[in-house]
């Protein structure tokens, strides 16, 4: 596709509940990242996919939060058992990596809500 | 382990010029990045520096000096679309982390008529 596209865009979701945030990387970007953003707060990064090797997953908060990537191409952010601190938006990003500079492309995000 | 301190925020005038300052301690370095984001909005790419010495685009222009960890995101003419936060992002180039960006937390700049 022409950019990062995430889905669904919100979600509202009753705590104690299992979500799953998807991500479509532009096609052919080697790396994806996940990150997360609370209302007026920086990007806290979760997990980092890059090629074939075993993702960073240095930045997820607890183990209720998992990620894979399928064939190197679309990612799923799990969360289960969801709580309210776990309302936030999740931004999803993907990049060409060459040594040399490329940038990061953001998704809109997905907008979650625990209820 | 990585740090990213850049100010939580600034305000200037419309036609002004601003300055928004980064400094960074990580254990590798591969190149750093700057990016605007609207609130509701997702981060969208300004500049990229990974030599010293000043990138100039348009309005914006970006510095970096690696030898002192720090760069600056520089606003000429501004407008009052401007107003936005601004993210200082480095890549870094080691080991398992290799290429992952980190970002400090952003400068909320508020542009004023």
């Known amino acids: 596709g022409a950019g990062v596209s995430q889905s669904p865009s919100n979600k509202v979701t009753e705590k104690g509940k299992d979500v799953e945030l998807r991500c479509d990387p532009i096609s052919g970007h080697t790396a994806l990242y996940w990150y997360r953003q609370s209302l007026g707060q920086g990007l806290e990064f979760l997990i980092y996919?890059?090629?074939?090797?075993?993702?960073?997953k240095s930045g997820l908060p607890s183990d209720r939060f998992s990620a894979e990537r399928t064939g190197g191409s679309v990612s799923t952010l799990t969360i289960q058992r969801t709580q309210q601190e776990d309302s936030a938006v999740y931004l999803c990003a993907s990049s060409d990596w060459l040594p040399v500079d490329t940038e990061a492309f953001f998704g809109q995000g997905t907008r979650l809500t625990v209820v | 382990g990585q740090n990213i301190d850049q100010p939580t925020e600034m305000t200037a005038t419309e036609g002004a010029i601003v300055q928004i300052n980064c400094t960074y301690q990580?254990?590798?370095?591969?190149?750093l990045f700057w990016y605007q984001q609207h609130a509701g909005e997702a981060p969208t790419f300004l500049s990229y520096n990974v030599l010293d010495g000043l990138e100039e685009k348009g309005r914006f222009s970006s510095f970096l000096s690696r030898s002192k960890g720090y760069s600056y995101l520089l606003l000429k003419e501004l407008q009052m679309k401007d107003s936005a936060s601004y993210l200082c992002?480095?890549?870094?180039?080691?080991?398992?982390?290799?290429?992952?960006?980190?970002f400090g937390r952003g400068t909320q700049l508020t542009v004023w008529p």
């Open positions: 990580t254990s590798g370095f591969n190149g």
């Open positions: 996919f890059q090629g074939n090797s075993a993702p960073d």
């Open positions: 992002a480095v890549r870094a180039d080691r080991g398992s982390t290799l290429g992952r960006l980190y």
